[in-house]
């Protein structure tokens, strides 16, 4: 720009925006920030970790790909930060997070068979003696306003 100044937007919602907001003049580049990659993962470990083989980085990545399939970097920065110590301690906690999940997940299943699901459009997030509000509505509400979505928080108050 003229005045010398770069501003930075972030959104998870591209196409929620307004494209008088997004039109050419004023954003220049859009760039996507996705999770992390096989790539990116090797890379942050051999980081944390410079000493370490690649085989140990590669045996990182497997367990936390049979955890975690899809991992944002700053997820992976966190678990990394929490196990900075050793390289062993991290795989090894991702080890036990792996058999805590299957652990919790055979449960769950024999459980289900009695328990009637709820989809996340369901879930109920906020009650009040007027209304109960679903994740949908209130990201209707907050995040994407539509038209009387001021009367809807009136409401709820």
Partial sequence: ???????????????????ALIRPGRVDVVQLIDNASDFQVMELFRRFFPDTSDVLAGEFLKCLREVHPVMSMAALQGHLLTHK????????????????????????????????????????VRMTGKRVLTADQVDRMYFNPQPGWDKDIQQCK
Avoid: C, G
């Fill in 1 to 19: 720009s003229s005045e010398e100044r770069l501003v930075f937007m972030t959104t998870n919602y591209v196409d929620r925006l307004d494209a």
């Fill in 85 to 124: 110590s050793s390289p062993e301690k991290s795989i090894e906690s991702l080890r036990e997070e792996l058999l805590t999940y299957k652990t919790s997940k055979q449960h769950s299943e024999s459980r289900s068979k009695s328990i009637p699901t709820v989809s996340s459009s369901q879930r109920v």
